[in-house]
């Protein structure tokens, strides 16, 4: 189950990289490469901090695979739709909230699974959730969704600190677990993003 959550997470965020330089101009290859990095980007930071090396694309480059596909895939979707379609922008979120989701889950389990503690796991759980979306809007040219007021590294602190809460002090097996982690991440981006909820500002 996580390696499938990894897949389709390494899938969604090439997507969302490329819908996020839609109207950046870019040509093919350049928004092949936003793809990509926004699809494995946050997975590298987290090998690379725990010094699982090679990173993890290095090692099984089915991800690295996975992720251009994604990436290929997007391209006509975007430019069918265009930047000006009235979906585009929920549609950039949707797809974000469930990258975060699939990654923040799978990448706090990598990390038990390296013998690392739970608060470890946590913080490297919302990293990988986290990393390829703040590469990606950077990429384009926008303040990443990590700094802003928005529910985002929230959404993930509170999915990723459940989750790993189930594994270590119950006996739930670990599908149940990563499900239920999962679904709080992405309902509470969601739903926050819906209902325009936000943490409050400095000033």
Known sequence: MMEIAQLVG??????SGVVAVAERKLDWF???VVGAVTAVGGGTMRDLILGDTPVFWIEDDKYLFFALIGALLAIPLVRHFGREHAQFERSLVLLDALGLSLFAVTGAQ???E??????TAVVCGILT???GGV???LLAGQQPLILRSDIYATAALAGT???VLLVEATSITQPPTMAIGMLLIFTLRMVSYERSWSLP???
Do not use: E, H, M, N
């Not at 390494?10 to 997507?15: G, I, K, L, M, P």
């Not at 390296?114 to 608060?119: K, M, Q, T, V, W």
């Open 10 to 15: 390494t899938v969604v965020f090439a997507v």
């Open 30 to 32: 350049g928004v092949i």
């Open 110 to 112: 990598l990390t038990l």
């Open 114 to 119: 390296l013998g690392f503690d739970a608060p």
């Open 129 to 131: 959730g986290v990393g």
């Open 135 to 137: 590469i990606r809007d």
């Open 161 to 163: 600190a459940i989750y």
């Open 201 to 203: 500002s400095l000033q």
